[in-house]
């Protein structure tokens, strides 16, 4: 129990800096300026923050897998992350809106079926593992990751509110998703865009100007959000909406078909000469 | 070495045992064939070896196992992998790594065996199973038959004393399969390997095996002894036991050799070498046009050319054949002949129309094709609802709105022994039910023609026997059929004219008993017992005989 | 080891994934710290330097991998995208081109050079990181990088490795399924076409993860049924993460750099110390480990030597040439010999792929 609690405290400090990580650009400037340190480590502050949030990404990582994964759990989770990353290449096969990307139907419908851990683990490997295969790594990789995973992490939050509806199993489930799916997609275009910024808008420098401050740097990043992608997100939203709409039910169907199969464990009987024995299936 | 005292053992959620009260004693060192009808519990029986059985799929098992000194149950999988080594049946679902050497040594690393040893394990492995030439190839590169090698090396560089395959060669083409059974025969001779195998393609190793092992589909306790002692009281067996049985041959020959002195004898003393029966007389009588007309056909696939210029016809009311080893382009003329692929050259003529520039989903309504995995196909709740999206696809039906299946569909699925599937979950039935329900799906427009890629891959004798059945009883209806297979004993049995290809070409083409009787390579056992008599299968041999 | 038994594929070029990671990290590094002209030119030639003796001299570049995009073509977009929006957006400067009406909203007001410069600056920083990580992710196998990960991650490297080696076999399965719902009639039109593609290609995925997995418990690949860590890991890795994140804080929002920097590594070092003893209770060695030869000391000591002249206040050296900035009036950017010849650091893995060819 007290390590369920220390898990727990992992997850939501890793969380938490890592957010904070991500939107440093926005803070940070205000803080020093507030302390009164000026821009004296501002050259390195985006280095500090990038590896500040990989070490969050490594602790939660492990963490994730630390509770043990068994060869079900490893086996499944590599057959859906090579499933993804193939679906992320050929996604312009079938006509669909600009941005929108299947991916999330099984990063989404996955960590609301199998749990918070495994959605996390579905939804960050689907971005590593077709960004090594199409040459896509570059520093922006850990805040894909850190994004693909919370949004199979936090997608078992939907469940109270399903339960709430008394919607399981029908369209109304595939509708909570659906419009989980889609804020999260749009989520994913602007971290991708916040990694960028403080690139665009030079290494802190700028904003450090007397008179420029946290809202000024807020202004900017606006516009350059509103001219850059919000089209692109937005047709992203619209896309990972309309397709966790039409597949939900049915995919939803597979996925918990399966779920018991995955989780079998032997109990040894009871009765009968035999001694009780650790199960090795199972166990997610 | 293997020994199961009163086993019974229950699938989690399951009604009945999948094996009841099984005593067994399995000797060390014997190859031993592992046969009975589907259903019977072969996987079942073979997963307890390794403890797989109950600890992978958890359920419920009474009774004891030992295998050498150590219980199964007890040991756990992790264990027992360094004693019992398994192989499965579909060689692309087995791989952790993508290459070979690092797949071999994957259980090696996770086992911790220090680098040096694990550096001598791996060669030796790569040898024993001649996969040398093959270490640094992505398995995803591999043939399926090359890929059961290096699936059976990497439970071998365990080193365990027992090796379980469980149907490996059921999704293999002829060739392959063999490399796959004479790997084993010669693990099992080299090395004092105990070998089980549960296995459909008797022929090849029944002259190696020690044993054979009969699972009986009722549950009845199973049977155990020499190969002859168990062939002579089933009836799951190839041709030339079946006609060695028929004929009353002692000792019952085990190989085309053993066969030959029989045969030879039995042609000395009179020869009754009557032709077979001409089964396309009718159709040769009644010469229409064709329905499906490929001439002069070039394609390519993936850049290369790989059909140069091939005309070939298929007529209302018969069975083609189409044989020849992979990749001579037997897959791609079919492509062809629906339009998924679109020739280079030449034209393909549905009924006197050419079928270029039409869409797949238009010829499709007309000519069926029935893909080498049936899977790809299917994925709605029901078998029924299955149907129902095909008809809707082709507009002939409203939208999936719940409503009946029109009488005609019902009908179909009666004849093809799936009435009372139509409301299971196709992915759940067996191999041949599935095979069937594909078949429903795509033969519910009424097409006039049918054609099948490798129809009989994974099916055991008794869903063979049933399509082989079923598809007799569309030729007589008049469809026309082209069955692109490597089991001449199906192609025996059913077609009306075989077509050879190799290279992107039709080689030879005519009756069955010229073009297989001919063949060292695609002769059915029959045309070898006797050759020159024109008999292709027992049936052919045992009526003029 | 016997250099005849390494994979022939791959040549004498190969480089230590653990190397290429240190390379990349001076990549990094030198690229974040400042805008200097010079520095950045030279930091872009030796990473240009390099993509030549990979992609021609050594033929080290996977070109199933390739990107869409090439460095170059990123390059002139990025360049320009972010030369025009600085200049649009920053009027500060005093070499001003045009002036937008002031009505305008958000981008009205002087439009200068420096401005313009500025943005071109960081255009170039990012094209360089772009093009420094395309080519080491072409340049390694996707074994050689999971092999990189530490022994505690090893259940996530095999899930790794599984996702990698079933990608072919999912493209051809979703081949296969295209034409198989083609030939029943299937018309694709819209999102709802996924459905009859998606449905039978996630079945058949989860069926064979069932059987993958048996196959896997059948060779004795247990996972972690238990947990790999206990409550003391647990611990160290909240201490280490809230430590660092602290560090940090101190450092860049109240100014006490050294402090900051101590706490910051004190935390890294806890979080470095659990991973350890997590990776201790996974038992498992490596097969045919990638060597650690002459020019990987030779490829990580300039990755230490680049990063620690760009990154470490070192005693006597003068940093201010690094941080250059255009505002209010364009002057010549500072340079000091010892950092530019610091740069030369990232030059090894060039020379070391170059090496073999000529010899």
Partial sequence: MRQRGLSVAIYALTTLLGAAAFLYPFWLPAAAQAAGSGMAHAADAPLMVSLLAGLCFAVLLLEVQGQGMSAKVVALLGILVAMNAVLRFVESAVPGPGGFSPIFLLIVLGGYVYGARFGFLLGALTIFVSSILTGGVGPWLPYQMFTAGWTGMAAPLCRPLVRALRAEGKAGEAAVLAVYGGLWGFLFGAVMNIWFWPFVSGPAGQYWEPGVAFFEGLRRYAVFYLVTSLAWDAMRMAGNVAFILAMGVPALRILRRFRDRFTFEYAPAVAGERSVLPATGGGR | MIHFRHVSYTYPNAARPALSDISLDLPEGELILVVGPSGAGKSTLLRCINGLAPHFSGGSLAGSIRVGNLDPVQAAPQVMSHHVGFVFQDPEAQFVMDRVEDEIAFALENAAIPPEEMRVRVEETL??????????????????????????????????????????????????????????????????????????????????????????????????????????????????????????????????????????????????????????????????????????????????????????????????????????????????????????????????????????????????????????????????????????????????????????????????????????????????????????????????????????????????????????????????????????????????????????????????????????????????????????????????? | MNPATQPAARGDASIHAGAWAMWLAAVVAALAVGRNPIYLALILAWIAATWVAAKYVAGALDAERAVPLSPLHFGLFVVSVSALFNGLMVHVGDAVLVRLPDALPLIGGPVTLEALLYGALNGLALTGLYAAFILVNQALPVREMVRLAPRAYYSIAVVVSIAAAFVPTTLRQYRQIREAQAVRGQRVQGLRSWLPLLLPLLTGGLERALQLAEAMTARGFAGASTPTHDVWTQVSLIAGIALAAAGLLLRLVWGMSALGLATALVGAALVAGAVWAAGRRHPQTVYRPAPWRMREWAVAGGAVLTAAFFVLPLPGLDRSSLFFYPYPSLTPPGFSLWIGMSTWGLLPPALAMVGPALR
């Fill in chain 2, 127 to 545: 040898d024993l199973l001649d996969l040398t030439p093959l270490r640094d190839r992505a398995l995803s590169t591999l043939s399926g038959g090359e890929r059961q090698r290096v699936a059976i090396a990497a439970v071998l560089a365990l080193r365990p004393e027992v090796l379980v395959l469980d149907e490996p060669t059921s999704q293999l083409d002829p060739k392959s399969a063999e490399d796959v059974l004479s790997a084993l025969v010669r693990l099992n001779t080299d090395l004092g390997l105990t070998i089980l195998v549960a296995e459909h393609r008797l022929e090849r190793v029944l002259p190696y095996a020690d044993k054979i092992l009969y699972l009986p589909a009722d549950g009845s306790s199973p049977l155990l002894d020499e190969p002859r002692a168990v062939l002579a009281q089933i009836d799951l067996a190839p041709p030339l036991v079946r006609l060695g049985k028929a004929l009353g041959w002692e000792p019952l020959p085990l190989t085309i050799k053993e066969g030959l002195r029989h045969s030879r004898r039995r042609a000395g003393n009179g020869r009754a070498a009557r032709p077979r029966q001409e089964r396309g007389a009718e159709r040769a009588a009644g010469a229409r046009t064709p329905f499906l007309a490929a001439r002069d056909v070039a394609a390519a696939y993936g850049g290369t050319e790989v059909l140069h210029g091939l005309s070939l016809d298929v007529y209302p009311g018969e069975i083609v054949a189409l044989m020849g080893r992979n990749g001579s382009g037997k897959t791609t003329l079919l492509k062809c002949m629906v339009g998924l692929v679109r020739p280079v050259r030449g034209d393909i003529r549905m009924d006197g129309r050419s079928i270029a520039g039409r869409d797949v989903a238009d010829i499709c309504r007309q000519v069926a094709y029935l893909p080498q995995d049936p899977n790809s196909l299917l994925f709605a709740e029901t078998v029924a609802e299955e149907l129902a999206i095909t008809l809707h696809n082709h507009g002939l039906m409203a939208r999936r709105s719940g409503q009946a299946l029109p009488d005609d569909t019902r009908e179909l699925l009666h004849t093809l022994g799936m009435a009372q599937h139509a409301e299971s979950y196709p992915r759940d039935l067996s191999a041949g039910e599935r095979q069937r329900a594909a078949l429903a799906a795509i033969t519910v427009t009424r097409p006039r023609a049918l054609l099948l890629d490798e129809p009989t891959r994974g099916l055991d004798y008794a869903a063979k026997r049933q399509l082989a059945n079923l598809l007799k009883g569309w030729r007589a209806a008049g469809m026309a059929i082209m069955v692109v297979t490597h089991d001449v004993e199906m192609a025996a049995e059913i077609a009306d004219r075989v077509a050879l290809m190799s290279q992107g070409e039709v080689i030879a083409q005519g009756e069955p008993a010229q073009v297989l009787g001919a063949s060292p390579l695609f002769a059915p056992q029959v045309a070898k017992l006797f050759p020159d008599s024109g008999w292709l299968t027992v049936e052919d041999a045992l009526q003029t005989a």
